[in-house]
């Protein structure tokens, strides 16, 4: 695979368990029906990537034929990496049906891509396989139908280290891909996993949410506000795009907390608050204090403070911390109904420090 600059870093691209299992299934296709072995598969991805992939594990009869592909995730961390999917392909009357077999889970929570009861095998990935098997009928004249069984021997132990689990994708991994290609180090994933959650808890009748960045900010929501979790997701650092897909579900109401040191971020318009999109901290709460009255004898102590806590320490001393939290909330207010749709109403609970001394601040 070839590669992208991200972080200043030449990272390789990999593949997704989706175009594994269509090339799998195209070379197993081809082996039953002409009984000779493939060593390499040829895939056009969804993106419209070509792929030239190893075939493994190659097993046919007159009967059915097995092979695998070897997961590559390329640079980014990957659970799956590494994993070896199979499928397995029979002739049947007619059509093509295609179910999971060991190592794939079940869903069992309405509001996911595939229906209560079916293999979690997403939409994309289950239409290329189909298209994979058409193709490779049509290229040796057969108009009979196939039973296709994708599986991923040790998924089931994988999953385990996945979200599939609190998602209600049970007994095993989820065969996922819209691209067809993993991007190194890409946020798509963990945004998608966003959407599948608020799916989830939209399809199970919220309409509330409670939104808390990273472990202190479900601890501070949990066990200091002692909020009902129910209808709680994590968002870690994507808050606008999770604002956003909230909105666009039919969301109405949602409440965010979470830790100075990300919340502040909203003050200059950064939504995604990974540090890798930006800092500006220190940099927003001079500004804030500026407006409060602070001395530049005190501006230049937050500008060298290490932490928003710290910062926050000098401001209560000079007895500004209140007169520079009023305009950082005005600014994360102008923010949030810039980015948020005008049908999702949002309040924001900020707290500071850690641990069993954390503390509400302010909230809008």
């Known amino acids: 695979m070839d590669a992208r600059l991200v972080g200043g870093k030449l990272l390789r691209r990999g593949y997704t368990t989706g175009s594994c ?6 070379a197993a296709t081809a082996m039953l029906l002409t009984q000779i072995n493939y060593d390499t598969v040829k895939l056009i991805t969804p993106g419209g990537v070509a792929l030239t992939l190893d075939v493994l594990d190659a097993a046919f009869t007159p009967d059915y034929a097995s092979c695998a592909i070897q997961k590559d995730s390329g640079d980014d961390p990957d659970v799956t990496n590494g994993c070896r999917v199979y499928a397995c392909v029979s002739k049947m009357d007619g059509g093509i049906a295609i179910r999971g077999g060991e190592g794939v889970g079940r869903v069992t929570k309405p509001g996911l891509d595939q229906p ?3 293999y979690a095998i997403n939409a994309v990935p289950r239409r290329q396989i189909r298209e994979e098997c058409e193709a490779v009928c049509r290229e040796c004249g057969y108009t009979g139908g196939l039973s296709v069984v994708i599986s991923i021997p040790g998924g089931e132990e994988i999953a ?3 979200f599939n689990p609190r998602m209600g994708i049970e007994g095993g991994l989820s065969v996922l891909g819209t691209t067809g290609i993993v991007e190194p180090m890409s946020e798509a994933a963990a945004a998608d996993t966003l959407r599948a959650e608020l799916s989830l808890l939209y399809e199970a009748g919220h309409r509330d949410l409670v939104l808390t960045i990273g472990n202190y900010g479900e ?3 949990r066990d200091t506000l002692k909020l009902n979790m129910e209808s709680h997701v994590k968002c870690a650092n994507f808050i606008g795009e999770t604002l956003s897909a909230a909105a666009e579900k039919g969301f109405t109401h949602a409440l965010l907390i979470g830790h100075i040191g990300k919340l502040v971020k909203l003050g200059i318009g950064i939504t995604n608050t990974h540090s890798s999109h930006g800092d500006g901290r220190m940099e927003t709460l001079i500004a804030c204090a500026l407006d409060a009255g602070a001395s530049l004898t005190l501006l230049h102590q937050i500008r060298n403070q290490v932490s928003t806590d710290a910062a926050l320490a000098c401001l209560r ?24 749709a005008a049908n999702l109403s949002v309040h924001v609970v900020c707290f500071c420090g850690t641990g069993e001394k954390m503390e509400e601040i302010f909230s809008i």
């Open 160 to 162: 385990k280290r996945t």
């Open 116 to 118: 209560v009861g079916a």
């Open 219 to 221: 601890l501070f929501a």
């Open 21 to 26: 299992a269509a090339a799998a299934a195209n």
């Open 317 to 340: 001393e000079a007895g500004l911390m209140e007169k520079t939290l009023q305009p950082l909330r005005d600014r994360i207010l102008d923010t949030l109904q810039r980015r948020v």
